[in-house]
């Protein structure tokens, strides 16, 4: 048997929902607005697959600089290195 490599492999506990918490979203989540310079935390939502950042930049807190479409691009740090992560608004909350 070969081990899988797929984009979500390794992620039984960071997606998994309390069982309280299972289901859809509230589509207030989906239609939140962030403006440029805002903060915000990359929260994976493991109930929408689309526009879902890697499981590598989940808990990550970063600077939004822009908008591609119906996604938002936010500037993160990967260790050293300064990255632009591209999220739909599902998977990032605001930081007060």
Known sequence: ???SKGTRQGTRNILRKKPRDRGLIPITRALQQFEEG???RIILEPSVH???PHRRFHGKTGVVVGMQGE???VK???GN???IVLTRPEH???VE
């Open 71 to 73: 996604a938002f691009k």
């Open 50 to 52: 689309k526009g879902q």
């Open 92 to 94: 990032l909350r605001k």
């Open 1 to 3: 048997m070969r081990r």
């Open 76 to 78: 993160v740090f990967d």
């Open 38 to 40: 805002e903060k915000a």
């Open 81 to 83: 290195m300064e990255k």
